[in-house]
């Protein structure tokens, strides 16, 4: 691939995540301006969570039957709409509606996704995934030190009206460089990929990977999402400048893991995700002393994050070499656990924040994390006693499903 073939599509990732969650670092500005009261201030990051959600079942699977170019073009047209809505917002209503129509539409993320699969030869696709995937981090903890710098010079709207200007530009840059997309399934139906998305849930392999998305991010979504909180209050009263700053060490972390595609290529997908999840349950112990030491909060930010980007990328890089001729479904419903989970941290710890303190969200997301790593122990030992029980020795067993080497 050439390099503009993986930088591009980075940059529409980046993007259109970054709809989703700008607004964590300045949910209290958002709050004030459209009179939302603390306890509820989550559901602004979980509005365009549902809207990923629905995006995810009813417009990812359409990727396996239109050009997937074209459509990634379209859908980014569709996030600058929903971002203007917001930075236009009258009201909280209109805020709700505006984030709900771009996170819908994000699920470009998705669509992006599985076209660098379809266009990479196998010995290059997890290096490439690892890379667009680089490009999600960045709009997601990019967006963050960003946002709170345009909103501490012009406000939290700014923020909205940028990234719509972006998705629009892109939506158009798409059309013009990117290569075409293999040619697309003309004899399925959208009921029938619609099924099929479906089926996937009830697959060992595909469920392993679903439910350590789901505990992963939602342990993310809980940092992520009620951070901003403590440290704009007592003892540290940080800047939204200030707070965005942390975006950047997770990015370092997040940046980190880059080579995980690598790994994943080289057929350790399984080991580097045992690993990176018990580094995610590590980094709360650094999270929790938030209250009393900002250079701990910071190394935990990059345990998270590094632990995060490594188990995405291995899960992305397993699901499209377990379901190669239908990988805009299979990303897209192993996305619906993502969506599922990162709304769940969103919506509870800011909740949680109001009833307990610092304290709640750092339970959470240990406990989350915990669940995590015992799905993927789970999903080992389901594996390895699959492949003991094959019995014939030339079945093929999906690539997920062999140990890995010692």
Request: hydrophobic share 55%; charged share 10%.
């Amino acid at each position: 691939m050439h390099v503009r073939t993986r930088l591009l599509p980075a940059a529409v990732c980046g993007v259109a995540v970054a709809g989703v969650y700008a607004g964590q670092p300045v949910l209290g500005p958002m709050g004030r301006d459209l009179r939302v009261p603390v306890d509820a201030l989550g559901w602004f990051v979980a509005a365009g969570q549902l809207g990923y959600l629905a995006g995810l079942v009813l417009l990812v699977p359409l990727g396996d039957l239109l050009d997937r170019r074209r459509l990634i073009a379209a859908h980014l047209a569709l996030v600058a709409a929903g971002t203007a809505l917001t930075a236009a917002a009258p009201a909280a209503w209109a805020a709700f509606a505006g984030l709900a129509v771009a996170g819908l539409f994000a699920v470009v993320v998705q669509t992006t996704v599985a076209y660098t699969a379809s266009i990479s030869p196998p010995a290059e696709r997890g290096r490439n995934l690892g890379i667009v995937t680089s490009g999600v981090v960045i709009g997601i903890l990019g967006a963050r030190f960003i946002a709170g710098v345009l909103s501490d010079l012009w406000g939290w709207r700014s923020i909205y009206l940028v990234l719509a200007v972006l998705a629009a530009v892109l939506a158009v840059l798409v059309l013009k460089v990117l290569p075409a997309d293999a040619r697309p399934d003309a004899t399925a139906r959208y009921g029938q990929v619609l099924r099929s998305f479906g089926g996937l849930f009830v697959q060992p392999v595909f469920l392993s990977r679903g439910l350590i998305a789901f505990f992963l991010f939602a342990s993310f979504g809980t940092l992520w999402s009620g951070m901003a909180l403590p440290l704009a209050d007592a003892p540290w009263h940080l800047s939204r400048t200030q707070i965005g700053l942390f975006g950047l060490a997770g990015l370092a972390g997040a940046l980190g893991a880059a080579r995980s595609g690598r790994w994943g290529d080289a057929g350790h997908a399984r080991r580097v995700t045992g690993i990176a999840l018990v580094l995610l349950l590590a980094s709360w112990a650094a999270i929790g002393q938030l209250p009393r030491s900002l250079a701990l909060l910071a190394l935990g930010v990059i345990l998270l994050d590094f632990a995060v980007q490594a188990v995405h990328v291995s899960n992305q890089h397993a699901l499209t070499s377990a379901y190669p001729d239908r990988t805009s479904t299979a990303i897209g419903a192993y996305m619906v656990f993502y969506s599922l989970g990162s709304a769940l941290g969103a919506a509870a710890t800011t909740a949680l924040f109001d009833a307990a303190g610092w304290t709640g969200p750092t339970v959470l997301g240990a406990a989350l994390a915990l669940c995590a790593l015992i799905a993927w122990a789970f999903g080992v030992r389901r594996a390895k006693d699959a492949t003991r029980r094959s019995p014939d020795p030339g079945t093929k067993v999906p690539q997920e499903c062999v140990p890995s080497a010692p």
